[in-house]
DNA sequence: ACTTGACCTTCCAGTCACTGGAAGGCCTAT
DNA sequence: ATAGGCCTTCCAGTGACTGGAAGGTCAAGT
């Protein structure tokens, strides 16, 4: 398989699958004229990867969970304090995030939004709390 | 004042004072030793700065705040508009993120973590879904 | 006068995970 | 022979800082 098939079947870019590859995370063969010659496994874990990264998994721990899936050693405990590590970061966000959401929204329904220039959001801005 | 008092009393790291002149959101003056001599004024737009970057928005967004801020024939309708955009953003990522959460939360809960290399988070990211 | 330590300066490199673009080689069909 | 659609590498840019090195300045203490 060259490079567009693979990126057709993985749903990843060929540019993200190159980038990839430089990383060390895949190791496809060449053929005679420089080409990516992609086997099977390669596209396993290129699928492997989208997902988890679809999953928000910073890079290092896809290679980690790569690594771990090809481990029969591995144990599930590990897997899963990966996961639960990122679940609980995901859920600071999402605090973080809904905080901003009701800050801004509040500030966005007192602004009348019109052509004068007198604006709750940027008195808000302009003035400490408290 | 020098940058590490206007560091203190913004809330902003000396680094990130610099980096805000660098690209131009704030010009300090400087004394005859070549430090930077802040105003009073520098501070109010650092401390303005600090609070648009707390509700998320971008530094080009907050270089569009502070000139509409100082500008005194804008309109509040200029100031929601960029105001209602970012919520927008910002409820989009909570919507993305949500999701990644309860489909990570599935996985955490259904994976044993224990010693066995058996895993339902592995499994997960190495099955195409359907 | 000298030294110490806490400031301040600039500049360069690194972060993260790509993404865009340029310059050029290869393959297939006409 | 040429056109186009692949493929290759390499370099630079993204956003918003952050760390660190190398060196200048200032105030206090001895």
Same mark, same amino acid.
């Given at each position: 398989?060259?490079?567009?098939?693979?990126?057709?079947?993985?749903?990843?870019?060929?540019?993200?699958?190159?980038? =990839?590859?430089?990383?060390?995370?895949?190791?496809?063969?060449?053929?005679?004229?420089? =080409?990516?010659?992609?086997?099977?496994?390669?596209?396993?874990?290129? @699928?492997?990867?989208?997902?988890?990264?679809?999953?928000?998994?910073?890079?290092?721990?896809?290679?980690?969970?790569?690594?771990?899936?090809?481990?029969?050693?591995?144990?599930? @405990?590990?897997?899963?304090?990966? @996961?639960?590590?990122?679940?609980?970061?995901?859920?600071?966000k999402i605090a973080d995030l809904s905080e901003m959401?009701?800050?801004?929204?509040?500030?966005?329904?007192?602004?009348?939004?019109?052509?004068?220039?007198?604006?709750?959001?940027?008195?808000?801005?302009?003035?400490?709390?408290?």
């Amino acid at each position: 398989m060259n490079i567009g098939e693979v990126a057709e079947r993985s749903g990843l870019p060929p540019k993200t699958i190159r980038y =990839y590859e430089d990383i060390g995370l895949i190791k496809p063969l060449r053929d005679a004229n420089g =080409y990516r010659a992609f086997r099977e496994s390669d596209l396993h874990k290129l @699928a492997f990867l989208g997902r988890a990264r679809a999953l928000g998994f910073r890079i290092e721990d896809c290679r980690t969970l790569l690594q771990l899936y090809e481990d029969d050693s591995r144990t599930s @405990a590990e897997v899963k304090r990966i @996961a639960q590590d990122h679940l609980d970061q995901i859920e600071q966000k999402i605090a973080d995030l809904s905080e901003m959401r009701q800050t801004l929204s509040d500030l966005v329904t007192s602004c009348a939004g019109d052509d004068r220039p007198d604006c709750p959001i940027l008195e808000s801005l302009s003035t400490k709390p408290g």
